[in-house]
């Protein structure tokens, strides 16, 4: 028998903590829950989950500071929490690290879809092998590891997904939609999501991200990749 996925819930509100971790409970998913980032970080220095789920605003570390320590040593999915709903909060929030985020006040069901597909994503990248070589793009799926030119990039686990995806569909233009439900395995979403996990793949990928040879937006559409650079 399978094991089940390991969730672990950081958020310091009682209520929601204790209603999080029963629902995910009672549709199969292990779950450790902790009150404080203290703690939460001390644990998964100890052992990484399936999914992590952080809420922004905790005692004694934020959620911020958690999610940054937790991707300087792991790619495990997570996902925020947070009562901040601005475009630009969720793009700092991007920007540190995280894979989702969910505005508070939440449905479970919602949140429950989410987790699941973190976990479909990490499972199928999980159970990739071979080493994927593609113009000066060379990736390992089995270390979720990437090189350009040779040189090796670091990516958070959501760039990760969308480069490999779009390595796999090469040539092909991509609507945002497409992309979130095809490389993140949402089935519904924000198109700016998209655009600003493509914006910070640019500047880890290309020579001059002002001006993308590999990740060419196409007007109307959304992009298209290339591997060996498209300078048209």
């Given at each position: 028998?399978?094991?089940?996925?390991?969730?672990?819930?950081?958020?310091?509100?009682?209520?929601?903590?204790?209603?999080?971790?029963?629902?995910?409970?009672?549709?199969?998913?292990?779950?450790?829950?902790?009150?404080?980032?203290?703690?939460?970080?001390?644990?998964?220095?100890?052992?990484?989950?399936?999914?992590v789920?952080?809420?922004?605003?905790l005692?004694?570390?934020?959620?911020?500071?958690?999610?940054?320590?937790?991707?300087s040593?792991?790619?495990?999915?997570i996902?925020?929490?947070?009562?901040?709903?601005?475009?630009?909060?969720?793009?700092?929030?991007?920007?540190?690290?995280?894979?989702?985020?969910?505005?508070?006040?939440?449905?479970?069901?919602?949140?429950?879809?989410?987790?699941?597909?973190?976990?479909?994503?990490?499972?199928?990248?999980?159970?990739?092998?071979?080493?994927?070589?593609?113009?000066?793009?060379?990736?390992d799926?089995?270390?979720?590891?990437?090189?350009?030119?040779?040189?090796?990039i670091?990516?958070?686990?959501?760039?990760?997904?969308?480069?490999?995806?779009?390595?796999?569909?090469?040539?092909?233009?991509?609507?945002?939609?497409?992309?979130?439900?095809?490389?993140w395995g949402?089935?519904?979403?924000e198109?700016?999501?998209?655009?600003?996990?493509?914006?910070?793949?640019?500047?880890?990928?290309?020579?001059?991200?002002?001006?993308?040879?590999?990740l060419?937006?196409?007007?109307?559409?959304?992009?298209?990749?290339?591997?060996?650079?498209?300078h048209?």
């Open positions: 028998m399978q094991e089940p996925a390991e969730v672990v819930v950081v958020e310091d509100d009682p209520t929601v903590r204790e209603a999080v971790g029963a629902y995910l409970r009672a549709h199969g998913y292990a779950v450790s829950s902790f009150g404080d980032g203290v703690s939460a970080r001390t644990a998964l220095r100890g052992s990484i989950p399936d999914v789920i952080v809420d922004r605003m005692p004694g570390i934020s959620g911020d500071e958690l999610c940054r320590d937790l991707r040593f792991s790619d495990v999915p996902m925020l929490l947070t009562a901040l709903g601005q475009v630009e909060d969720r793009i700092e929030g991007f920007q540190f690290g995280v894979d989702d985020y969910l505005a508070k006040p939440f449905s479970l069901r919602e949140l429950l879809m989410r987790v699941g597909a973190l976990v479909r994503r990490s499972q199928v990248t999980q159970a990739a092998v071979g080493e994927v070589r593609a113009g000066v793009f060379a990736i799926p089995l270390r979720r590891r990437v090189w350009v030119r040779g040189e090796e670091d990516l958070t686990g959501r760039e990760y997904d969308l480069l490999h995806f779009l390595v796999r569909n090469e040539g092909r233009p991509l609507g945002r939609e497409e992309i979130l439900r095809e490389a949402w089935s519904f979403g198109a700016s999501t998209v655009t600003v996990h493509v914006r910070r793949l640019r500047e880890k990928i290309e020579a001059d991200p002002r001006h993308p040879v590999h060419r937006t196409e007007w109307g559409v959304g992009y298209r990749f290339s591997a060996e650079g498209d048209s």
